[in-house]
């Protein structure tokens, strides 16, 4: 059987106020060609399908698009992620079900696995914590006793099957030693966030989501990652899907598909004139860039010049050289000996890229003074 296996599609997500939904929709282009080249039985989507629980209306559309599409062609697994609501990404998916739309997002579904050909296929949407802890009976809290729990109840299912069928997993989670990014929403809320890789020993193969960069976590336990970048730290992520091949009793064979690159994504440190002027910085003129600037004095007008250069510059950032010592230092460090008055003015300047004038820290001035007075008759 082969899979092409994918997650965190986050539809509706933008990347610092850009507008994704057209490369997001470039992609499922190029899942629906990949489905089609490829000959692939079975898409496995492990979450995080919508950027949030409640997605904009064009976000819901591209994901109907894609599903029908899809669905024309091969059938369908679609777990919950974090960022997904459980009951709207959930509507209607016993209909789906004879379509071959196959949406998971109740934790009690958990053991019940779709079969296609010689494979059983488990989702198991993102479980949170507390929320299975006491209709599961569980004793410990946290991830790694839910998913501890889901598998026990999948392993259940396939042993009564014997060993003449291949089994597939989805799951969303943290596996210990996966290497994240800045663009994942922490799942540590109701304990621990992260489970061991051990917890899906003994399956055939393990589709991973919430992770953005692709990676393998043990033997046939693999993140596809994201199929865009969703934070600047995720520059040396190469973007696609997996192409996996499943037999009974076989080890899965696992090809990864290099997914289409709207845009760039890159960091450049240094100093502005070095920016504005080194040939050696050609390559990032039509990259969506995050700049620091480690000139000794913040430059005037920095932004609006750098985007002369670079127009998709997107983030900038000021760390003056001869200023390491203080950036490990605690915040309650660095201000101790400066006044309030100070700390305003540097984040007057840090919003407005100049210094605070003599009128806005006379005006900051009365609005200390005037919070001092309150103070004093409370």
Known sequence: MRLLHTSDWHLGRSFHREDLLGAQASFVDHLVDTVRSERVDCVLISGDVYDRALPAVDAVRLC????????????????????????????GSSLMDSAGVHVRTDPASVGEPIVIGDAAIYGIPYLEPELVRHPWGLDERGHAAALTEAMRRVRADL???????????????FVTGGEPSDSERDISVGGAANVPASVFEGVGYTALGHLHGKQEMADGVWYSGSPLAYSFSEERQ????????????????????EAPVPRRVARLRGRIDDLLTDPSYEPYEDRWLQITLID?????????????????????GFDPEGEAAAGTRSWSERVRERSELDIAGDFVAEVSQVPASAAERDLLHEAFESCRRKEALA
């Open 159 to 173: 042993g009564r099957r014997g060993d003449r069928i291949a089994s597939i997993v989805l799951a969303h989670a």
């Open 64 to 91: 109907n698009e894609a599903l029908e599409r899809l669905a024309a062609l091969t059938r369908v697994v679609l777990i919950a992620g974090n960022h997904d609501s459980v009951q709207r990404l959930g509507f």
């Open 238 to 257: 190469h973007k696609g899907s997996l192409l996996v091949e499943v037999r009974p009793g076989e080890r899965a064979s696992v090809e990864f598909v």
């Open 296 to 316: 000794a004095q913040r430059p005037s007008a920095a932004m609006e010049r750098l985007r002369r250069r670079f127009p998709y510059a997107l983030v900038l």
